[in-house]
């Protein structure tokens, strides 16, 4: 079944046994108006066209509902963010960068997937599907952290790349839920969230001494690297 946005209640309705996805989609819609703790789980059935008894056929209560919502935009946020690192390609840096615009692409093209992942209050780790769906997608940013890792000049003190990893999507969740959301709630910036991000996580790498200039030989080997701003002084 087709979860195009602009389908109408007919077309969800319950027919033909598609019971299931007419109320991921029903819920789907009430998140994009109510938010995850905004609507019961008969305003859900209502929206399907079916009884509110319906649901219950697939669904124990409305969190697992909503965790199954969640799971498809944790699937989806992989997706797209294993394309966006393909595997380091042309250079680290440029790579991560891409991860960085992929990720506030998703909080501003899907704000009701991203609102069930990290707003809906689901213990995901009482759920071993939507926690699997959810690491799965985290080990993207967390591959990253480590190919970024690998940058560090030999006996440079550096953080874990775990560490990095956390701190760097700690960076790219703010972003997003701040300025980068496709819902009313996102903020105004004098910028765009992309560059803000940029900014924000290319002054991380160098403050701990990471080289950020994706151009060749810019730097000598026993030189400071020159970031984007110049070389530091």
Known sequence: ???????????RGYHHGN??????????????????????FADAARMAGVSPAAPYRHFRDRDELIASIAQRGFEQFES???????????????AFERVGKAYLAFAREEPAFYSAMFESGLPVDSNPTLMAASERAFAIIRAAAERLAALAPPGMPRPPAMMMALHIWAMSHGVASLFGRGDAARRKLPMSPEDLLE???????????????????????????????????
């Not at 079944?1 to 077309?11: P, T, Y």
């Not at 403050?207 to 730097?219: I, Q, S």
């Open 19 to 40: 019971l299931k996805e007419a109320l991921l989609q029903a819920a789907l819609d009430l998140i994009s108006k109510k938010g995850p703790a905004g609507f019961t």
């Open 80 to 94: 797209l963010l294993t394309q966006a690192w393909d595997d380091g390609r042309p250079d680290t840096v440029t």
């Open 199 to 233: 900014a924000e996580v290319l002054i991380y790498l160098r403050g701990l001494g990471f080289p950020t200039d994706r151009r060749p030989g810019t730097a000598a080997a026993d030189d400071k690297p020159a970031g984007p701003w110049g070389k530091p002084k």
């Open 1 to 11: 079944m087709s979860w195009r946005k602009d389908q109408g209640r007919a077309e």
